[in-house]
């Protein structure tokens, strides 16, 4: 087996994840895998908010650019990252067991967001989690917020923000959790489609790396992030539009919760559906129509004529 070369964007978290691929590749091929650092438009404009650069691709293009010149045999991506359109020519081979799907709440008093006070400044780069905030508590004052979590993490500490708001996994797998002070229920935030998941991404004519990498898929993660991204997509999850969703197997079910919001908090639409494991895009796409038919077209057509303007 040849020597695995693995892009990576260069933050503690995505080196984490990189890292941890590698070790279960040497497990499987017996090669230790190299690591290349790769930065993304993500990593290069962190000062800049995703409504000014666009949310697509910022931190995937790069590494999927290097792929495509054979400069990496795969990349590792966390799964809320990877556009629903993927490039001609490459595939997600393999997504990892997912960690906790969670969002959580981050306050430097250890305030839960019921016990925040009036007009709390809570800091976030995602409309998602702003969005569902916003409908649990139409007083606070969403501020952005950008860099990597540590960084994140010593603006809060700083005293810029009351609160902010951050993945639970990615916490968990920096041994950062201790500085959690609420992790936000189902309820109040819906996760980021793919959130909590590592995809590991190939070129489809690589048959080597696709047959090793494919020993790394875990079958149950796959279903219910595949709903997930499908219900994304019917929905043109592409655009700059506040979008949650949930899979996940209950008694031998996929079950999957999206929801649908404006910016503002102000209206929010959720729906739920199931079916077998295996129907795992149909039912992403049927929700997506119960969706739409249920109002949600109408605010996604209105957000994104806004997010054009």
Not at 138 to 154: F, P, S
Request: some cysteine; hydrophobic content about 40%.
């Amino acid at each position: 087996m040849k020597a695995l070369r693995i892009g990576t964007r260069g933050s503690a978290l995505a080196l984490w994840q990189a890292r941890s691929i590698a070790r279960a590749l040497l497990e499987v091929t017996g090669v230790d895998p190299e690591i290349v650092i790769i930065k993304t438009s993500g990593d290069k404009f962190q000062q800049t908010s995703f409504s000014q650069i666009g949310a697509k691709g910022v931190f995937t293009k790069e590494l999927e650019d290097a792929l495509l010149a054979s400069g990496i045999d795969l990349a590792v991506h966390s799964m809320k990252d990877v556009p629903t359109e993927m490039p001609e020519g490459l595939t997600i081979a393999a997504i990892a067991k997912r960690e906790d799907v969670r969002d959580a709440l981050l306050s430097s008093p250890g305030a839960t967001l019921e016990s925040l006070p009036q007009s709390a400044r809570v800091g976030t780069s995602s409309l998602r989690r702003q969005s569902q905030l916003l409908y649990a508590r139409r007083d606070l004052r969403m501020l952005e917020l950008r860099g990597n979590v540590d960084t994140r993490i010593e603006k809060l500490k700083r005293g810029d923000y009351d609160a902010i708001v951050l993945a639970k996994a990615g916490l968990d797998r920096l041994g950062l959790s201790g500085n959690i002070s609420q992790v936000l229920s189902h309820d109040v935030s819906l996760p980021a489609a793919g959130q909590g998941a590592i995809g590991i991404e190939t070129r489809k004519e690589d048959t080597e790396t696709l047959r090793v990498v494919l020993k790394l898929e875990d079958a149950e993660t796959r279903g219910s992030v595949t709903a997930e991204r499908s219900a994304l997509a019917g929905l043109g999850g592409g655009c700059q539009v506040p979008i949650g969703a949930w899979g996940r197997l209950e008694n031998g079910k996929l079950s999957l919760d999206v929801v649908v919001l404006s910016p503002d908090g102000t209206q929010r639409i959720w729906q739920k559906d199931s079916g077998l494991p295996g129907e795992a895009e149909a039912i992403g796409k049927r929700i997506a129509q119960k969706l739409r038919d249920g109002g949600a077209a109408a605010l996604l057509e209105r957000e994104i004529r806004g997010t054009r303007a």
